[in-house]
């Protein structure tokens, strides 16, 4: 399953890059992009887990960026 959000507060691409490269890491997760010029976040994971997935996903970027908030 694929889905596309909204980000908000994201503040620079470097955070957006780390952001994108621990997303991937996560278990279930196939594919993932942050993009800062466009605030979004596109991710690709398992249809099954996906809201757990999700919720891993939220907590990796605020791990990296706190103000940064994902609208879902």
């Known amino acids: 399953m694929k889905k596309t959000y909204r980000l908000k507060d994201l503040?620079?691409?470097n955070c957006a890059a780390k952001m994108e490269?621990?997303?991937k890491k996560?278990?279930?997760v196939t594919?993932?992009?942050v993009n800062f010029l466009t605030q979004k976040m596109t991710v690709d994971a398992e249809e099954a887990r996906f809201e757990e997935i999700m919720d891993e996903v939220v907590r990796v970027c605020?791990?990296?960026e706190?103000?940064?908030v994902i609208v879902r």
Request: hydrophobic content about 30%; charged content about 35%; aromatic content about 0%.
């Open 26 to 28: 996560l278990s279930g």
């Open 21 to 23: 490269r621990n997303i």
């Open 31 to 33: 594919d993932a992009s």
């Open 66 to 68: 706190p103000d940064c």
């Open 11 to 13: 503040d620079c691409a």
């Open 62 to 64: 605020r791990r990296v």
